[in-house]
């Protein structure tokens, strides 16, 4: 079994109880986030590993630590600020950052991830402390053999790599798409349990096409605007082959890639190493698993559902073949799927013969003959004419336009369904199509809406007088990625197959209680969801003959969610013994 890092490794006692055996001491110790105990190191451990001196004399416990660090983060006057303490934090102790992200998961969650993080991509160069991860530059990939061998993690299991080519709907981020890989991999550790020395954040610097950060002088990322075509495969391909050579059991997740490459990207290694785009499968599972669970709120049959996918970027492709997928698991036909599935874009509805269609979006372009009896204005279908026409029950945005959803849009949906199902779910939320109050406005609360970011619950008064509230759910791929992705390490799986993928949507729509009105789980139930996501996906990769895991092929269903719970990395002090003592 391979060694955790070169500075310790995670070993069990006589009585199968885990504890670190480090040999390094001291200052240096101090200086590993996931080492540094700070004031929790015990006077035992203080003698043994050459610390007196350099921590204060009082013993804190682990809920005294978090009380302190919880105050001072209240403290912080802004989301930007709290972000930035909570990378400080990171940084400094990554048992004790992880154990308050535990207890405080639904507060800190926007402030980690979306629609926070957005703003920290945007300030990454302004705002960079701390080394970590790995940065893959045009300047260094012919050397990137030495560079993996510089990173002290012996046996990374998860990486999340963007070119930072599409963060979220704000675009091209150059280096700064950093903090989007280490944010995502913070959400695996503490929703998917997977321990952080098994993580590798991954910056691909390939250049960026924005001049005013390449004019920047503080900006980090190489200066010269972005590869492609040959070159651009090629430093891939070179990145692909020295994590295979250096991490063997590792699976990439491909995260933040604009569109065109997203596709290829994926496609092209899929099956070279374990891998899967979030923005493409991540949101797509994410997406039906909400549709599920709005048609059983709705008792109606999904199948009976019309859906309007609003963006033909790699999130609106990748939500309408998951809804296609659905469609054919529920028992229609690939022809029958695709006629309730239609995909708008800037200029409207797809529709065939269009020039500037790309491969990934022609298999959901209309023909003639579909819009035969439609009845429109211009050349193509605008969004209203679509929703209009084809008589839509469903409206998804992933489209980054702020306001796209207008009032007339929203109103034709609820015209033609008693509960129309409206998800605006682009991110940042200034990017969301429609704010949920308009939504619920325009529907008299009829709509059951989802939204990328976080929304409170909207108000509203009933037609017949009652005050009460109209659920907003939050469509936010953290419940998929990080039990998909734990899955697949646990089952070591050769492939993410589209199978396993759909399996993480279905599990989610089965432990989503629709009686609350609501399409998807609380986030205080993120973790639980997480591991059943494990369960499911790790068997199905049993089922198809791709999980290396020789002990998991044989276990039972019981033995297998036992399995995973045991595997489930949890933010606490273990006990230190020094390499080469006895008992080490």
């Not at 909570?86 to 102790?93: A, E, I, T």
């Not at 698993?289 to 008792?299: F, P, Q």
């Not at 003959?369 to 084809?390: H, K, M, R, S, Y």
């Not at 796209?404 to 609820?414: K, N, W």
Request: charged share 25%; proline share 5%; glycine share 10%.
């Amino acid at each position: 079994m391979a060694r955790v890092s070169r500075y310790y490794d995670v070993k069990r006692d006589e009585n199968d109880n885990r504890y670190l055996e480090v040999n390094v001491t001291g200052f240096s110790l101090l200086h590993i986030p996931l080492l540094n105990k700070s004031t929790g190191f015990s006077v035992e451990e203080r003698k043994l590993l050459g610390l007196q001196g350099l921590v204060p004399p009082h013993r804190s416990t682990l809920e005294e630590q978090k009380e302190r660090t919880y105050r001072r983060y209240c403290q912080q006057s802004s989301d930007l600020e709290r972000h930035v303490y909570l990378r400080s934090l990171q940084d400094r102790n990554e048992v004790l950052f992880y154990a308050m992200l535990e207890d405080h998961l639904e507060e800190m969650l926007p402030i980690l991830y979306t629609p926070t993080v957005g703003e920290a991509v945007k300030a990454f160069s302004d705002l960079y402390r701390y080394p970590r991860g790995l940065v893959v530059s045009t300047g260094d990939i012919e050397t990137l053999e030495e560079s993996l061998d510089n990173l002290p993690l012996d046996d990374v299991r998860m990486i999340v790599a963007t070119d930072s080519s599409a963060i979220l709907g704000i675009g091209d981020q150059g280096f700064g798409g950093m903090a989007i890989s280490i944010g995502k991999l913070s959400l695996y550790t503490t929703a998917g349990g997977v321990g952080p020395d098994k993580t590798l954040p991954v910056e691909l610097d390939v250049g960026t096409n924005r001049q005013d950060l390449l004019d920047d002088p503080l900006y980090l990322g190489v200066h010269h605007t972005r590869l492609t075509g040959e070159k651009y495969d090629e430093f891939l391909d070179r990145f692909v082959e020295g994590v295979q050579a250096r991490y063997p059991k590792a699976i990439i997740q491909w995260e933040d890639f604009a569109k065109g490459a997203a596709f290829r990207v994926l496609e092209r290694y899929r099956r070279v190493v374990p891998s899967f785009n979030d923005d493409i499968q991540g949101t797509g599972a994410m997406a039906l698993a909400g549709l599920l669970s709005a048609a059983r709120l709705k008792g109606e049959r999904f199948e009976d559902q019309v859906f309007v996918v609003v963006g033909a970027g790699a999130g609106g492709i990748g939500v309408a073949g998951a809804i296609r997928q659905g469609l054919i698991g529920a028992g229609l036909s690939f022809d029958a799927a695709c006629r309730r599935v239609y995909v708008v874009d800037r200029q409207g509805l797809l529709v065939q013969g269009q020039p500037e269609l790309e491969d990934h979006q022609q298999s959901f372009a209309r023909s003639p003959a579909d819009l035969a009896d439609w009845t429109f204005e211009g050349p193509i279908p605008t969004l209203l004419e679509t929703v209009q026409n084809a008589r839509a029950t469903a409206l998804l945005g992933l489209s980054g336009v702020p306001g796209l959803f207008s009032q007339a849009v929203v109103e034709a949906v609820a015209a033609n369904t008693e509960r129309p199902i409206v998800f605006p779910l682009s991110n940042p939320t200034s990017n969301v199509e429609a704010l949920p109050e308009e939504v619920v406005r325009w529907t008299a609360g009829r709509a059951i809406i989802a939204s990328g970011s976080p929304f409170a619950d909207v108000p509203h008064r009933s037609h017949d007088g009652i005050d009460g509230f109209v659920p907003v759910g939050q469509g936010n791929n953290v419940f998929i990625f990080p039990g998909l992705g734990f899955g697949a390490i646990i089952s070591r799986a050769r492939e993410i197959t589209d199978t396993m993928v759909m399996e993480a949507a279905r599990t989610l729509a089965d432990h989503t209680d629709v009686s609350t009105g609501r399409v998807y789980p609380s986030i205080t139930e993120l973790r639980e969801v997480s591991i059943q996501i494990a369960v499911r996906v790790a068997r199905q990769a049993i089922s198809e003959g791709v999980a290396a895991e020789r002990r998991a092929r044989v276990m039972s269903d019981e033995q297998l969610m036992a399995f995973v719970r045991r595997r489930f990395w949890v933010p606490k002090y273990l006990p230190y013994r020094r390499a080469g003592t006895p008992g080490s």
